[in-house]
């Protein structure tokens, strides 16, 4: 298959671009690089062992995707482009439902002009909005979104379901992703958070840098069983290979399906915090902190729908997620910036 992966150079992205790439396929990295480093490209050139077909293009401009789909003929695009920082859509509203449904919106018309009929896209766990009855199931009904982000997934979501609906040889997959931590076992790529991170495995490889000087751990009084806040974490490679089972189902499957991509197994701060000291054999320093407004007590996948579609489930486990994050951090004490 050939793909279109939009936002190709981001963590998931390019950890995805690595597992096409090793499954055989031919992958395009599109990106304007606004929230991700060229250095990734290197990167990636080295770990697959041949140039990455790559065009800088902002994936919401109209004439510079019609030029790519003319230049290249797609079987599918996995589409990742798109603004993720929570806190930063509350403040920034505007800027992300114009960039993230201006993205879709445009791929959409260009896969249509183009005959391009399957697309993968990257949601998120967020779009259940806060559900307490976790492990959280495809077919359960969303309350409503907490924050501008993850309404953007939401909608996007819509945008697909309709569009496959009024194109029925169209197929697309919606992916809700958990919590996604680790790196590539070659330490060569992995996440690179600008400023403070606000996610816990970013902040906790920072801490243990020496770059932070100790881990808030934001809230001990939830109902869990250590009081800390309980996530289903899963490995980016694994999340990757998810991509890419879920691209082979499309090519013969018309249709929409919404699929978690979680482990189903909730592990709690503290959890993450003890199981990252011991694999690392590091110490990280924290602090009971308030609770972070907006948090949940507990979040999982049920994650069987991926394996009786897709055959995929995930594999690896939380000391290889601790392990491949710390060799990123320890190798990249400043991501690409380096
Ligand atoms: C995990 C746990 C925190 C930081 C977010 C987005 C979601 C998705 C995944 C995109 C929680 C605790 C965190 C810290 C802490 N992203 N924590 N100290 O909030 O589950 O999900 O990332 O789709 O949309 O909302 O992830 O890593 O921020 O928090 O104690 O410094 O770690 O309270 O219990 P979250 P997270």
């Not at 062992?49 to 003929?73: L, N, Q, T, Y």
């Not at 482009?81 to 993205?103: C, F, H, M, W």
């Not at 899963?234 to 499957?253: F, K, P, S, W």
Request: aromatic residues 10%; negative net charge.
């Amino acid at each position: 298959m050939k793909i279109l992966l939009s936002g190709g150079a981001g963590f998931i992205g390019s950890h995805t671009y690595v597992e096409l790439t090793k499954a055989g396929h031919e992958a395009v990295i599109v990106d304007n690089l606004y929230n991700a480093s060229e250095k990734v490209l290197e990167r990636l050139q080295v770990i697959t062992g041949k140039p990455v077909p790559f065009i800088k293009a902002d994936v919401a401009d109209r004439s510079a995707m019609r030029a790519v789909f003319s230049e290249h003929k797609f079987d599918a695009v996995i589409h990742f482009a798109g603004y993720k920082a929570v806190g930063e859509s509350v403040q920034k509203p505007i800027e992300y439902y114009r960039n993230n449904l201006d993205t879709t919106l445009t791929l959409c018309e260009c896969m249509r002009e183009a005959g391009v009929k399957c697309i993968v896209f990257s949601s998120s766990a967020t779009v259940y909005g806060p559900l307490e009855t976790s492990p959280l199931e495809e077919s359960m009904a969303p309350e409503d979104c907490t924050n501008p982000y993850a309404w953007t997934k939401s909608m996007n979501e819509r945008i697909l379901l309709d569009a496959v609906h009024a194109m029925p040889d169209w197929s697309c997959a919606l992916l809700r992703y958990f919590n996604p931590i680790g790196a590539h076992e070659s330490g060569l790529i992995g996440e690179d958070p600008v400023g403070i991170p606000n996610n816990l495995m970013p902040f906790i490889t920072q801490v243990a840098s020496g770059k932070r000087e100790k881990l808030s751990v934001f809230g001990n009084d939830y109902n869990t069983p250590d009081g800390t806040g309980v996530r289903d974490y899963i490995h980016v490679v694994d999340l990757a290979r998810g991509h890419v089972a879920a691209c082979e189902y499309l090519l013969t499957h018309p249709g929409a399906e919404i699929i978690n991509l979680g482990t189903g197994i909730g592990y709690s701060v503290l959890d993450i915090v003890n199981t990252f000291m011991r694999v690392n054999n590091i110490d990280v320093p924290y602090v009971i902190a308030p609770r972070r407004s907006g948090d949940m007590d507990s979040y999982y996948a049920d994650p069987s729908k991926a394996k009786a579609l897709l055959g995929w489930q995930a594999e690896k486990t939380l000391d290889d997620m601790c392990r491949d994050s710390w060799r990123w951090q320890s190798n990249n004490p400043n991501g690409y910036r380096d």
